[in-house]
């Protein structure tokens, strides 16, 4: 039998990205669900190309036959032809379904890190107790977990994630403050999403890529780091107790890592795949990472850190904010001061329930507007 995917989230960066891979891989896989926010054009397109048996659009009903609202998520990832869950909604509304997949047995290839910031415990808890199984599409997370397969736990001694930098990583402090959006959207190497866009240049994204990592590779905080690597062709390295270091390279597109979430550990010929050219790749560099210009990256490690409901406060003032800049209501720099400001003002509790995770993300988001207000 072919497994079935649900792409959640298909009418965005890394749900056409997704489409492109199943397309090529229509005798492994059949898209059986497709669901987005808004943008019923696209998703009607998808329709007609793919033929799901579901179709969900959360922000209303779409067509006859279309399910709406957030239930549709939830609906459409527990259906029992779905075998392969793939996030790829963006924020916190990714949650709910993450949560009900890895219930229901399923495998989730995760491009939705902010599920793992907010409820990591609770999410590889219910992986764990309930027979699902989370499997990263961030291509960081993939290369790490490429590295990996095969090997013990008690092997890997360190993690070192590669970050773009994003399009200020050689700016100046007060430069960065005050960048605008579209320079906030030109990141250097990648074409994605606005949110994660704008978390790449303030590298908020990379805190939470070390957040996730804690949580799918069980390591402390103290053995998972980032080092900038302008180029994106290193999407990790793994450091071994013996001192062995490995890495995964490509051309920066999501489409390989898209494509090892769904048939990992097995790997399976693609002929969409831009081959690997050293030479065209040029010469590789690294420099460590200026946290004294982009705070983000060191509060969210610290949340990380603190960890209870710390990394759910990050993830949901980081949100607010970045919505607040994208719209025009915010300077850049404000971003990581909000975040700082609603760090340091909330009381951490225990996050072990998901009424307990949205209770401290409501409380941060709404914070975060509070202090936007203000501002
Ligand atoms: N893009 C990348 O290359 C990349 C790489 C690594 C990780 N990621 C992660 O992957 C996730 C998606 O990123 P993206 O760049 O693909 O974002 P994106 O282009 O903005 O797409 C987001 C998708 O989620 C849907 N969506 C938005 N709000 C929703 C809601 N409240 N309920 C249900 N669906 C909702 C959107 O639907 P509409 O289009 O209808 O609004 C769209 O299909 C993020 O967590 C990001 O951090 C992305």
Redesign the pocket.
Known sequence: MIPGVAV??????????ALKVLARQRDRFRVVAL??????D??EAQVAAFRPAFVG???GAGTDGWRAG?AS?VEAVTRPDVDIVL?????A??LE?TLAALAAGKRVAL?????LVMAGELVTRTARERGGEIVP???EHSAVLQCVTGRSPAEVQRLILTASGGPFHSWDAERVRHATVDEALNHPT????????V?SATLA?KA?EVIEAHFLFGLPYDRIEAVVHPQSVIHSFVEFVDGSVMAQLGFPN?EL?ILYALTHPDRVPDDGVTRFDPVAAGPLTFEPVRTEVFPALALGMRAGRTGGSAPAAFNAANEVAVAAFLAGRALFGRIAEVIAVVLEEQIVTDVSSVEAVLEADAWARRRAEELLRCS
């Open positions: 959640l989230g298909s009418t965005g960066s890394i749900g056409t990205s669901t987005a926010f808004g943008q019923k696209r998703l659009l959360v922000s957030r998520l996030n790829g909604i963006v924020g509304a990714g379904a491009a939705n890190k902010e599920t599409v961030d291509s990648w074409r994605m999403g606005r949110k994660i866009t978390d994204n939470l999501m890592p």
